[in-house]
């Protein structure tokens, strides 16, 4: 059964988030914005407008009834239940709808997404409906009601973006031809690893091609990529004048794909230039996603990790336009991943969803997102290792993978990641087999600020009856526990591979990776990483220390 | 019906950001020579390094220049490119952050900020505000303003000088 779940877009929610409305236009370029309402709304759209600063000083023009738009309209703000009108497919420079409810009952009823934007504001939405429309929409989307039980927390200010298309099933390459053809794609740029196209997934997905495609292969892309190798595909892509990009692959695959989106799109021939969060404009050209492992969300996320090998970092890009137009979820495609890369990429989809429940971001959209990840993790990833041939295992995890994503890059990660990126840079070792052993350690450390965010978890993890049946002081560590036994479960199932502590992370000549005295390093580069400003709690190098320590 | 409709000046959020940020530009530089843990962030920023703390799309801003040997200095400069760059979405956000309501690592989870630049510059920055914030602030309001609050050794020292400075002229860039 082919499944699919659209773009929700861009949702801004919480107090003072129609101000915000303001940047996110100017980011996609609209310098002249109309406001629509219904006659008789238009002393609290005045209202909402006046809060509204725009790049351009000319102010909003405001229609209400039936008047037409002016032609120049590029931005189109719709205000309370007031439909799309008829003309505005004409608006040839129309960059963006953004929907702002006036009420709660301009939230219900809504069957699709109706903006790029939506707008839910604390002054004229109660966070009891916003709670309700994250659950409606949740619902809408992947098509199943969320189990989370609890009332939802709605924080103070939020936002969250999920603009990729996904489309998931067991024979899905074959959508492609389609998107492509829709998309008006004929001369694409495929990115991709040798291990993929000696495994011969790279001619799987040629064959799904339109016979028409006049398509160009880079495969070289190595498991830690690195901003050099994107400017090298930067000037091919110019070159040989390709329209579109195709990532099939891991996380090294897809990040590297959507830095040469960024380099394309902004014209710049240095993309370190562009790093930071929330400042990249759009970015036009087209890329399509098809993931070969369950693990990185990448396929999802706003986020582009590129390592920068000459400062031993990683650098980190945020905006919701790094997310692909359409990612494949094939679960066919990850059929012959080995038992241990299944194993540590669905550790690195725990992680991402265990962080995004508990760290500073978190918001009612990435809670349900999150929730339903580690509901399918629980069920299917040692499953997964132990069945590789079954594919609703396989098919289950990509999409706890992709859900763990679109919960993640929206309320980003912690300490975790942290030390992980860390780890990375300065040892080689893989990141889906730090986040398995670091996981436990970096809850244990956090526990004190997120002690009833992490207890929720037992539902998932093991059931509702434990959660009702523990004392409360008990349910956190107990879903910590749940944890070091997944690991220690799948280091069985991958026949000692899989790591519980990281010593046991071992290189291709049997090794260890990480070696005690290269903990200064790993501390002083974990200091550096974006995600430390989303943990939870504080910490510093003594605490990178200890927890190092304690895992190793 | 249609109007044309221009967004309200908000001149008192204007004024009091503003001066939050003149009194940040006074106490930031004092306290990068003062306080051994602005100090030991303040390091990272190489010489001439150029920092800016402002409000999208025109509000006010400050801006801030570093030795390269850990002493930060406002920049009074002609206006140039900063290499961080960390603005506010908007004015009210802004009031939001320097009302201390929101703690400047949960705007930039909101998705408040925008930051261009290199990452642990940004980091830096972001521990040198709240260290700042613990020296000028009472507890309680600190402790709304950052994520965690951790007493600082010689805080009443610090605090005197802080204040202090913030009677006194900017000391200029060497820079």
Not at chain 1, 48 to 66: A, F, P, T, V, W
Not at chain 1, 254 to 273: H, Q, R, Y
Not at chain 1, 453 to 459: A, G, I, P, R, T
Request: aromatic content about 6%; some cysteine.
């Amino acid at each position: 059964v082919t499944r699919r779940i659209p773009p929700l877009g861009t949702v801004i929610g919480g107090t003072a988030a129609v101000e915000q409305l303001g940047y996110e236009l100017g980011l996609r370029g609209v310098c002249s914005p109309a406001a629509l309402c219904r006659v008789g709304d238009e002393r609290r759209a005045r209202g909402i407008l006046k809060r509204l600063h725009c790049e351009s000083s000319k102010g909003i023009i405001l229609l209400s009834g039936r008047e037409e738009l002016p032609p120049e309209t590029d931005g189109l703000i719709l205000l309370g239940g007031v439909g799309l009108p008829s003309g505005a497919q004409d608006l040839k420079r129309l960059r963006t709808t953004v929907r702002i409810p006036l009420e709660a009952s301009d939230l219900s009823g809504t069957s699709a997404p109706a903006a790029e934007i939506t707008v839910i504001d604390r002054s004229r939405i109660a966070d009891k409906s916003t709670a309700e429309f994250a659950r409606s929409t949740f619902a809408l989307l992947t098509g199943e009601e969320s189990n989370y039980p609890f009332p939802l927390r709605v924080p103070a200010a939020f936002s969250f973006s999920a603009d990729t298309a996904l489309v998931l099933g067991d024979e899905v390459l074959s959508e492609l031809a389609g998107i492509l053809r829709h998309d008006g794609v004929t001369a694409p740029f495929l990115i991709t690893d040798r291990g993929l196209r000696d495994a011969g997934l790279l001619e799987k997905l040629i064959e799904a091609l339109p016979a028409e495609t006049d398509l160009q292969i880079c495969d070289e892309v190595p498991p830690d990529s690195d901003y050099r190798l994107v400017m090298r595909l930067a000037e091919r892509f110019r070159g040989q004048k390709r329209d579109a990009i195709i990532a099939l692959g891991g996380g090294s695959v897809l990040d590297t794909a959507k830095g040469l989106m960024l380099s394309l799109g902004t014209g710049s021939d240095l993309i370190l230039e562009w790093e930071g969060s929330n400042i990249l404009p759009r970015l036009e050209v087209p890329f399509y996603a098809i993931p070969t492992t369950a693990g990185t969300g990448s396929e999802s996320t706003r986020v582009a990790v590129i390592s920068d090998h000459e400062r031993h970092r990683k650098r980190l890009f945020v905006s919701p336009f790094l997310q692909p137009r359409a990612a494949l979820l094939d679960s066919g495609l990850s059929a012959s991943l080995p038992p241990y890369l299944t194993s540590i990429t669905g550790m690195d989809a725990l992680a991402h969803a265990m962080e995004a429940f508990t760290c500073l971001g978190k918001n009612p959209f990435s809670d349900l997102a999150a929730w339903r990840a580690v509901e399918l993790i629980s069920v299917h990833l040692k499953q997964a290792v132990l069945e590789p041939r079954e594919s609703r295992h396989r098919l289950a995890m990509a999409l706890a993978s992709t859900l763990a994503g679109q919960a993640f890059s929206n309320s980003m990660v912690g300490m975790v990641h942290s030390i992980g990126h860390a780890l990375g840079s300065v040892c080689g070792a893989p990141h889906g087999a730090c986040m398995a052993v670091l996981l436990p350690h970096v809850l244990h450390f956090n526990l004190d600020f997120i002690a009833e965010n992490v207890s929720e978890l037992l539902v998932p993890l093991k059931d509702r009856e434990s959660y009702d049946t523990t004392i409360e002081s008990l349910r956190a560590p107990g879903v910590i526990s749940i944890v070091r036994g997944l690991n220690h479960a799948l280091r069985e199932a991958t026949g000692g591979r899989h790591p519980t502590r990281l010593r046991e992370i071992l290189g291709s000549d049997g090794d260890p990776l990480v070696r005690k005295e290269a903990f200064g390093d790993i501390t002083s580069t974990a200091l550096g990483d974006g995600s430390m400003i989303y943990n939870p709690r504080e910490f510093g190098a003594g605490d990178i220390l200890a927890i190092l320590e304690e895992s190793y | 019906m249609t109007v044309r409709i221009k967004p309200s000046a908000m001149r008192f959020k204007r004024l009091y950001i503003r001066i939050l940020l003149m009194v940040l530009g006074k106490a930031i530089p004092t306290a990068s020579r003062l306080s051994a843990a602005v100090r030991t962030e303040s390091r990272s920023f190489p010489r001439g390094c150029r920092i800016l703390l402002g409000v999208w799309p025109s509000g006010p801003d400050l801006r801030l220049v570093s030795d390269g040997e850990g002493g930060l200095y406002r920049d009074t400069g002609p206006k140039s490119e900063a290499d961080l760059a960390i603005r506010l979405k908007s004015l009210e956000a802004a009031f939001r952050l320097f009302t201390f309501r929101e703690s400047t690592a949960g705007s930039e989870a909101a998705g408040r900020l925008a930051a261009a630049g290199e990452l642990p510059l940004l980091l830096s920055f972001i521990r040198i505000i709240d260290a700042v914030e613990i020296i000028l602030l009472p507890k309680p309001l600190a402790k709304l303003a950052v994520k965690e609050w951790t007493r600082p050794v010689g805080l009443s020292g610090l605090r005197a000088s802080l204040y202090l400075s913030l009677a006194l002229p900017a000391k200029r860039s060497p820079v």
